[in-house]
């Protein structure tokens, strides 16, 4: 989906729209002197919704049904909603206490699974170590390659105009702008 991380971390179960195959990106948490925060998305146009192919809501489908059955093993362990207010827990949850994800796990997690991974395979077929983050660019980019509008592009990042897209992702354009003349001089010199 290309969300920020603190927009992930922020998504709650009444964000999900599993008729629509929807999530609205409403809030962000992020981290001050006091802990984690709740709070407003980076810009006014951060408040979004984003279709998403059916594969994920699959997949959040069965995650919800595991969250439901961990809050009743839990018992009084579990910190979060429960029943009718169940939609009101936060997806990514600490599986001690239902409580809402630190914001540093999901980046220690994602560089544990490739690490874990790489151990695994060939050295010809491992993984680059990447940052979470960058799996952000990585969606922006395929977007872009594939022709999608730049404006769809900035909806879908909650940039605040193209332009902000543009200028994050602009040397992408000039490399493969680079890459069409050589292919062109190739062909014609």
């Excluded at 093993?73 to 599986?95: Q, V």
Aim: aromatic content about 8%; glycine content about 8%; hydrophobic content about 35%.
């Amino acid at each position: 989906g290309g969300f920020r991380r603190g927009e992930l971390i922020g998504l709650t179960w009444e964000d999900i729209d599993f008729e629509k195959m929807t999530v609205s990106i409403n809030k962000s948490v992020s981290r001050t002197s006091l802990g984690q925060i709740v709070k407003t998305t980076k810009t006014a146009s951060g408040n979004r919704v984003i279709r998403l192919p059916r594969q994920c809501f699959d997949v959040l489908r069965k995650w919800k049904a595991e969250e439901m059955e961990l809050s009743m093993k839990l018992g009084t362990k579990w910190e979060g909603y429960r029943g009718a207010d169940f939609d009101k827990n936060p997806i990514f949850i600490n599986l001690q206490t239902g409580r809402r994800m630190d914001l540093d796990t999901p980046g220690h997690k994602f560089t544990e699974i490739l690490e874990n991974y790489n151990k695994n395979v060939p050295e010809d077929e491992q993984l680059p170590l990447i940052r979470l983050h960058d799996l952000r660019h990585t969606s922006a980019t395929l977007m872009i390659s594939e022709k999608v509008d730049i404006e769809t592009v900035a909806h879908r990042l909650g940039h605040s105009k193209p332009s902000v897209t543009m200028n994050v992702y602009g040397h992408w354009l000039k490399e493969k702008d680079d890459q069409a003349a050589d292919v062109l001089e190739k062909m014609f010199g």
